[in-house]
């Protein structure tokens, strides 16, 4: 059976920095697309960043861009989402979704991901 488990998330200042976690599991790692997602109260769920396991090339959204990096340990089968500079406007629920593909320009496209984990929620204060 395939898991994600996301975890990290929580409240920070403006400015304060978070690190989330994607642990995966029933999965091979080898080969695989990891996208992390977000959804703000009221707004459509989009795409903020994906690494492919195979050779870790990374896509981010134009948002997050210098504030974010995604990097992952294939040893632990675990994909990470630096952030920092963390402003209001990046609140909401983070999830990570995974599929055996890699991250190209479509990173962001929900229906490329069969498998998702539960949400960490992120909230940032002014």
């Known amino acids: 059976e395939v898991q994600l488990q996301a975890s990290g998330g929580g409240l920070v200042q403006a400015g304060g920095s978070l690190r989330l976690s994607c642990a995966v599991s029933?999965?091979?790692?080898?080969?695989?697309?990891i996208g992390w997602f977000r959804q703000a109260p009221g707004k459509e769920r989009e795409g903020v960043s994906c690494i492919s396991s195979s050779d870790g090339s990374t896509y981010y959204a134009d948002s997050v861009k210098g504030r974010f990096t995604i990097f992952s340990d294939n040893a632990k089968n675990t994909v990470y989402l630096q952030m920092n500079s963390l402003k209001p406007e990046d609140t909401a629920v983070y999830y990570c979704a995974a599929d055996v593909w890699s991250c190209s320009g479509t990173y962001s496209v929900i229906r490329s991901y069969d498998y998702w984990g539960r949400g960490t929620l992120v909230t940032v204060s002014s």
């Open positions: 029933g999965f091979s790692f080898d080969d695989i697309a």
